[in-house]
């Protein structure tokens, strides 16, 4: 290792006044904060790749779903999972080493504990959305890895899922493991080849509007359609210029969709069309239509996890799948606290899947469904997709049906395996896998819907003085600190029918989230600026108190 190359490489990136903290979405803020951070990434890919003897580790440089001044980045394992937790702390470490001394001091401790052998090679690769400050931050990411003779690949502008589809083929090929062709070309070719062999003999429904955030999805998706062909499937895009500033993610997208519970600013939903948004680096998805009273019909993660728990779980009873030594395959759902608890209760009371919750994270989500035979997890923002065992796969190419109907459902189970992007959320298999399913099932976006329906919700934020002093616990639904506050959200609670509601803090900036739920509009809104006018007024709200907060007195009647 040449130390002064890193001191070298550091003072050319300088970092500044600020306190850096790795979360779920990795580094995330301003861009212009992000140049000395790109660098000291760059290290730590070099040092994560060694770590695995020279394993592909996989940088993404995106924002998702923020506004496009902010930027960040992200490192992804071998086979495409998100960061070890671990390694997060390096990452804080170098991050916020105040020299360069101090950072190789640092690259040095994790060389101990890791028992790295810095003989060995090192491999990265490098993707970003289509944020304007992307290429100086890649341009910082690369100065970092070549202070470390480590050898880096740029693919240039890629969706997240993609990257990590890509990161996982380079480090599975020539295996028993093999995920696909590590290239662009292979994703979609794999997608497409797999949608169709679902949906062969089915007839095509009705065209899909979707709302591409203005992001990476856009491209893609076109590439993706090219590929499946359009008498397969027809899409008509919107919201996909990706070339004028300020519109990525402005007013539209998932997360717009998912928060206001209204489409995109500039459309119209008209009864009868099926239309989604994606996020801004295309890992999430979320579908909704105007019933016939023209009304807002929102189709979000829930829906697609039971959706997909429901179809999976029937394909797996009339293939009549077992593991080769006879035992049933165990089929679970993992949902967090922001899930609607009309889901919670469907899954586990009318499909019989068992449901597991996790605090808020896909890192979480993930793991926990390693854990079934089959996995289907999905945030209710839409981000998720659905995991298989070894074990699983194994049962699906080992089977032979005995009739059409079992061979149909085995011949389906590997083509959804093939379809669904096991490595992380992706808007665009994820898309496909919700049209395969309802091809197959003959289902309208409304007879998807009236599987039940979902207690009225509504998500707040509040600016706050500390987030830090918010301690969630119990996967996210109750908080051990501030003192007091978690006995007031429940003495608010107890007053509403079907009453739900949690605060958590953000993972990247200092607010927290208030999230409500209970039988009716009305009550929902009530409990939710109740809440939020609790916490404003007593644990550290900072900027104008919004109009909407409602406020409390000692005994916790809300005041007139």
Request: proline share 3%; glycine share 8%.
């Amino acid at each position: 290792m040449d130390a002064a190359a890193i001191v070298s490489g550091a003072a050319k990136h300088p970092r500044p006044d600020h306190h850096y903290t790795y979360g779920t979405a990795g580094f995330r803020m301003k861009a212009t904060l992000l140049d000395s951070v790109m660098f000291r990434v760059g290290l730590l890919a070099v040092l994560r790749s060694k770590s695995h003897l020279g394993k592909t580790i996989g940088v993404m440089v995106t924002a998702s779903h923020n506004a496009e001044p902010d930027n960040g980045v992200k490192l992804v394992e071998p086979l495409g999972e998100m960061l070890d937790q671990a390694w997060e702390e390096y990452a804080m470490d170098l991050a916020n080493a105040a020299t360069g001394e101090a950072l190789v001091a640092s690259v040095l401790k994790i060389v101990s504990v890791q028992k790295i052998d810095l003989d060995s090679s090192a491999s990265v690769v490098v993707a970003r959305d289509t944020r304007p400050s992307g290429p100086d931050l890649v341009a910082s990411l690369i100065d970092g890895v070549r202070s470390m003779a480590g050898q880096i690949t740029d693919y240039g502008v890629m969706s997240t899922p993609l990257l990590h589809y890509v990161t996982r083929c380079l480090n599975t090929a020539g295996t028993p493991d093999s995920y696909g062709e590590p290239t662009a070309e292979g994703y979609y070719s794999k997608l497409s080849d797999a949608f169709k062999r679902i949906t062969k003999g089915k007839g095509r429904l009705s065209a899909l509007h979707v709302d591409a955030a203005n992001g990476v999805g856009a491209p893609c998706l076109r590439t993706l359609i090219e590929a499946i062909g359009h008498e397969h499937l027809e899409v008509k895009v919107a919201n996909d210029d990706i070339e004028t500033r300020g519109k990525l993610n402005h007013n539209c997208g998932a997360d717009y969709v998912k928060l206001y519970q209204k489409a995109p600013e500039g459309s119209t939903l008209v009864p009868g069309e099926r239309w989604c948004s994606l996020d801004g680096d295309a890992d999430r998805i979320v579908f909704y239509y105007a019933d016939a009273a023209c009304q807002f019909k929102l189709l979000d993660g829930d829906k697609i996890a039971t959706l997909a728990a429901g179809f999976i779980m029937s394909l797996i009873r009339d293939a009549k799948i077992t593991h080769v030594d006879g035992s049933a395959l165990r089929v679970g759902l993992v949902q967090t606290a922001y899930a609607n608890g009309s889901s919670t209760a469907y899954v586990r009371d009318v499909m019989q899947v068992p449901v597991v919750f996790t605090p808020t994270g896909v890192k979480h989500l993930h793991h926990e469904a390693e854990h079934f035979d089959v996995g289907v997890y999905f945030e209710a923002n839409g981000h998720g997709t659905v995991l298989f065992s070894k074990k699983a796969t194994t049962a699906f190419h080992a089977a032979t049906g005995k009739t059409d109907v079992e061979t149909k459902a085995i011949e389906s189970l590997r083509a959804l395996a093939d379809l669904i992007n096991q490595t992380v959320g992706d808007a665009l298999s994820d898309m496909l896998m919700v049209e395969a399913i309802l091809v197959n099932m003959s289902q309208s976006f409304a007879d998807w819907d009236g599987a039940y329906t979902d207690l009225p919700s509504r998500q707040e934020k509040v600016k706050v003085q500390n987030r830090a002093a918010f301690v969630p616990i119990k996967a996210d639904t109750e908080l051990s600190h501030p003192e007091g506050l978690q006995g007031k959200i429940n003495q608010q609670v107890a007053k509403y029918k079907n009453g739900r509601c949690f605060v958590r803090p953000s993972g990247t900036e200092d607010i927290v989230r208030v999230y409500a739920e209970a039988a009716t509009r009305e009550e929902t809104d009530a409990l939710a600026f109740t809440v939020c006018g609790i916490v404003f007024d007593g644990y550290g709200g900072v900027g104008d108190r919004p109009a909407s907060y409602k406020r409390v007195d000692a005994s916790g009647n809300v005041c007139a």
